[in-house]
């Protein structure tokens, strides 16, 4: 099982950044896909969720700025991140998760996002 993420860099306030996760040795399509990150010094928290029928959930930090979707086909998760601020700084992790006869957790190696004030 692979999570690759990509798409992470040094970017000024305001400006904006697209994440990709590619996954690889999954049931990609019926997986619960999220974005999480972590900042030094702090535990890692949800930023977004999409469910296998394209449901959406929000931390409310990034509501309105950030958009999370899903191709199937691809086997592909995306985080669109606009109006980016600097307490957005973190490293961002890739998480796979299905519940049910089909039990897993993965997660990808992360990507640093940095955004300069």
């Known amino acids: 099982v692979q999570l690759v993420e990509s798409g992470g860099g040094l970017v000024q306030a305001g400006g904006s950044l697209r994440l990709s996760c590619t996954s690889s040795?999954?049931?990609?399509?019926?997986?619960?896909m999220g974005w999480y990150r972590q900042a030094p010094g702090k535990q890692r928290e949800m930023v977004a969720v999409?469910?296998?029928?394209?449901?959406?959930n929000y931390a409310d930090s990034v509501k309105g700025r950030f958009t999370i979707s899903r191709d199937n086909a691809k086997n592909t998760v995306y985080l669109q991140m606009n109006s980016l601020k600097s307490e957005d700084t973190a490293v961002y992790y890739c998480?796979?998760?299905?519940?049910?006869?089909?039990?897993?957790?993965?997660w990808g190696q992360g990507t640093q996002v940095t955004v300069s004030s």
């Open positions: 040795g999954i049931m990609f399509s019926i997986s619960l």
């Open positions: 998480k796979a998760e299905h519940r049910g006869l089909l039990q897993y957790d993965y």
């Open positions: 999409i469910t296998s029928g394209g449901t959406t």
